[in-house]
């Protein structure tokens, strides 16, 4: 059904193919930007991914400063000491490479450079940010979190250990470059989290409050292409093509999240990882189905519906129309089952190591997360806690 009013928006020029990298010169001359600050973290730069940014520099006369020791789970003490080395260095422009955490740090240090500011904290929340930041080009080195399509940025408070969300539109990327090198040293199980990350950002768009025409139309292309090819790509992970169609897909359910926005498995997720460390891609495989069954009652059709892309035609026309939403949760824990067996990705919250003892806490901040807002049904205290004891073993 088509809202009476809705929103779409997305200005992000993509670069995508083999050597889409080596275009980057020419996007910061574009941006009218010489000066870029490349931020990554020492994985990115372990495995020498960091040559290819070099290299795409070259000849040129871009002299870039760098910084590459983003942890996995950053936080505002980062956020600081990176604003800090950015002012330092007089850049005049960002470049993010890595993953999500390497992402969002990015777009946050840009918040502090932009405002001249020194507490991101202030920054907190929708639309607290009103004008242009500084140039901003990201090379995801993971096929997950959609970040380089998103205004949604989500930093660690290092004082009170939750994670703070930030979104607005000025900080959505100025270019992303999806280039399947940066993807092939991905490892097996951060293929397979992440990947389960863009599944839940495609499907939780395509059913949460905000969701419209257009961005369910992204939303559908990126879980057709991501069950496609998520497991084939796991067990052949040198295969450039299924790289490249994963970070395709991510994109594509960057788009939609971005546009549709997360619900209760997105707000369940920061609050386990705030709370017990649990990796965001782990913690959304580990939520999904339960998100999918929670909802089940209010929209029905649309998760019996989500079984064409995630199934193919010839399955989706197999099952009867009344028992297509199970089919469709089903059709997640089996492909949960293919992950764990391949990889040991975790499915329980007790095989991810969290405590029942956090139950109470996690519940509340889960609660006080923004993506709760946004879910087709309503979650309250209990809800929450309810869901975390079924999501345990
Ligand atoms: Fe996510």
């Known amino acids: 059904m088509i809202p009476s009013y809705f929103e779409f928006y997305n200005p992000v020029k993509i670069l995508a193919g083999t050597n889409a990298l080596e275009n980057i010169p020419y996007e910061l001359m574009h941006l009218q930007a010489k000066k870029p600050f490349v931020i990554t973290d020492k994985g990115i730069q372990r495995v020498g991914l960091i040559k290819h940014i070099k290299s795409a520099f070259g000849e040129t006369d871009i002299a870039f400063s760098l910084f590459d020791n983003v942890p996995q789970d950053s936080s505002d003490i980062v956020v600081n000491e990176l604003a800090e080395i950015y002012r330092e260095t007089k850049s005049d422009s960002l470049i993010a490479l890595g993953g999500g955490s390497v992402i969002d740090t990015a777009k946050a240090v840009n918040i502090l450079v932009t405002h001249n500011s020194e507490t991101i904290f202030d920054f907190v929340g929708g639309d607290i940010i009103k004008t242009p930041l500084k140039p901003l080009i990201v090379v995801p080195t993971t096929s997950g979190t959609g970040s380089e399509a998103t205004g949604v940025a989500v930093i660690r408070d290092s004082n009170r250990n939750i994670k703070m969300g930030f979104s607005s539109q000025h900080l959505i990327p ?20 992440t990947g389960m990350d863009a599944l839940t950002h495609a499907i939780e768009s395509s059913y949460c409050l905000q969701k419209n025409p257009i961005s369910s139309a992204f939303a559908f292309s990126a879980i057709q292409i991501l069950s496609k090819h998520l497991l084939q790509i796991i067990k052949k992970p040198k295969d450039s093509k299924g790289r490249f169609a994963l970070s395709t897909a991510a994109f594509l359910a960057g788009v939609g999240l971005s546009n549709s926005l997360a619900g209760m498995v997105h707000a369940l997720g920061h609050a386990t990882g705030g709370v017990c460390g649990v990796p965001h891609g782990v913690a959304m495989n580990i939520f999904l189905p339960h998100g999918l069954k929670y909802n089940l009652e209010k929209v029905s059709d649309i998760i019996g519906n989500l079984l064409l892309p995630l199934a193919g035609p010839k399955h989706y026309s197999s099952i009867p129309k009344a028992d297509l939403p199970t089919a469709t949760i089903e059709f997640i824990k089996s492909l949960q089952e293919s992950l764990n067996n391949l990889v040991s990705l975790p499915q329980t919250l007790k095989e991810a190591k969290v405590s029942s003892s956090k139950f109470e806490t996690i519940a509340q901040d889960a609660i006080n997360d923004g993506a709760i807002a946004f879910n087709p049904e309503e979650v309250d205290y209990e809800d929450a806690l309810e869901v975390l004891h079924q999501a345990y073993d």
């Open 174 to 193: 100025d270019v992303a470059i999806l280039d399947p090198r940066m993807t092939l040293t991905l490892p097996p199980f951060m293929t397979a989290a």
